[in-house]
């Protein structure tokens, strides 16, 4: 489920979708914006730029009516819902609260990659994963060790009326906790990264 523009772009990406057996009948043309392009400049093995095109804004009512009226047969045939928030429009406070209720009534999980400050938005989905800046801001408050990340996770739990949190570290790993409590930390293990 997802939205694209009227224009060559979009209509490349519903048919690379479809070439892999993806169902792109959820994915909802918006006349009024473009679908979002992304182009990177790269000198060797180092992104030196990256330029946008895209338009931000909240999607248009009748829009989020069709996509809301749409979800809970979708997610009814799903194994999970994952709400990846880009903060590009998509995903108004309106429609996280659509998807995660129809989640929830069938009782399937929802994942969700956070944006924004307002993690009360996500509330009653089962994990967010923010990585440790997106939870920083979402909290109000530096974490500079795994103790601080620990308190974090629970917090976010909390706020959000989450069953697990998991916070990515870069280079640290990640952390991983359950509302009951129960936690973990997952160290990395070095790669040879090209690009990421």
Same mark, same amino acid.
């Given at each position: 489920?997802?939205?694209?523009?009227?224009?060559?772009?979009?209509?490349?990406?519903?048919?690379?979708?479809?070439?892999?057996?993806?169902?792109?009948?959820?994915?909802?043309?918006?006349?009024?914006?473009?679908?979002?392009?992304?182009?990177?400049?790269?000198?060797?093995?180092?992104?030196?730029?990256?330029?946008?095109?895209?338009k931000k804004l909240?999607?248009?009512?009748?829009? #989020?009516?069709?996509?809301?009226?749409?979800?809970?047969?979708?997610?009814?045939?799903?194994?999970?819902?994952?709400?990846s928030d880009y903060?590009?429009?998509?995903?108004?406070?309106?429609?996280?609260?659509?998807?995660?209720? #129809?989640?929830?009534?069938?009782?399937?999980?929802?994942?969700?990659?956070?944006?924004?400050?307002?993690?009360?938005?996500?509330?009653?989905?089962?994990?967010?994963?923010?990585?440790?800046?997106?939870?920083?801001?979402?909290?109000?408050?530096?974490?500079?060790?795994?103790?601080?990340?620990?308190?974090?996770?629970?917090?976010?739990?909390?706020?959000?009326?989450?069953?697990? #949190?998991?916070? =990515?570290?870069?280079?640290?790993?990640?952390?991983?906790?359950?509302?009951?409590?129960?936690?973990?930390?997952?160290? =990395?293990?070095?790669?040879?990264?090209?690009?990421?």
């Open positions: 489920v997802g939205v694209v523009g009227p224009d060559r772009r979009g209509e490349r990406l519903r048919a690379q979708l479809e070439n892999i057996g993806a169902d792109v009948t959820g994915c909802a043309v918006d006349p009024t914006r473009p679908t979002i392009e992304k182009t990177r400049l790269i000198s060797g093995a180092t992104q030196m730029l990256r330029v946008d095109w895209e909240p999607i248009e009512d009748a829009l #989020a009516e069709r996509i809301l009226a749409d979800l809970p047969g979708r997610v009814a045939r799903a194994r999970a819902v994952v709400l903060g590009k429009g998509l995903l108004t406070r309106r429609l996280l609260a659509g998807a995660i209720s #129809a989640a929830r009534s069938a009782g399937v999980p929802v994942l969700v990659d956070p944006k924004g400050q307002d993690y009360t938005i996500y509330r009653g989905a089962t994990l967010v994963t923010p990585n440790r800046k997106e939870a920083e801001e979402a909290l109000g408050r530096k974490l500079p060790d795994l103790s601080a990340v620990t308190g974090a996770a629970r917090d976010l739990i909390e706020l959000a009326g989450l069953e697990a #949190a998991v916070i =990515t570290l870069g280079a640290e790993g990640m952390l991983h906790m359950s509302r009951g409590g129960e936690s973990g930390h997952v160290p =990395t293990v070095a790669r040879a990264v090209f690009d990421v």
